[in-house]
């Protein structure tokens, strides 16, 4: 199974962008789906992240402006990011983790203009 990240692109800032994620299979009992992203020059960083209850986690930096959100039939996770700073522009990556396995998808590349 294979995670295929969209909806990346340039915006500039104060723009928005939605960013899907979608499991080419089925994957069972997905605990945790979550966005992380990375600048260059930085460490991959947790962004948002979604349990299967529907808890949502944000970081700080985005906490009012990106919105999580799942689809657990279809096996989906979005992110609705609004309101976007030159500091978002990063490559976004999504990551389904079952407990036993963790799935991440390929990256997908904002950039935010000022």
């Known amino acids: 199974v294979q995670l295929q990240a969209s909806g990346g692109g340039l915006v500039q800032a104060g723009g928005s962008l939605r960013l899907t994620c979608a499991a080419s299979g089925t994957i069972f009992n997905i605990s945790k789906m979550q966005w992380f992203r990375q600048a260059p020059g930085k460490q991959r960083e947790l962004v948002a992240a979604?349990?299967?209850?529907?808890?949502?986690t944000y970081a700080d930096s985005v906490k009012g402006r990106f919105t999580i959100s799942r689809d657990n039939a279809k096996n989906t996770v979005s992110l609705q990011m609004n309101s976007l700073k030159p500091d978002d522009t990063a490559v976004y990556y999504c990551?389904?983790?079952?407990?036993?396995?963790?799935?991440w998808g390929q990256g997908t590349q904002v950039t935010v203009s000022s």
């Open positions: 990551n389904m983790y079952t407990g036993a396995q963790n799935y």
């Open positions: 979604i349990t299967s209850g529907g808890s949502t």
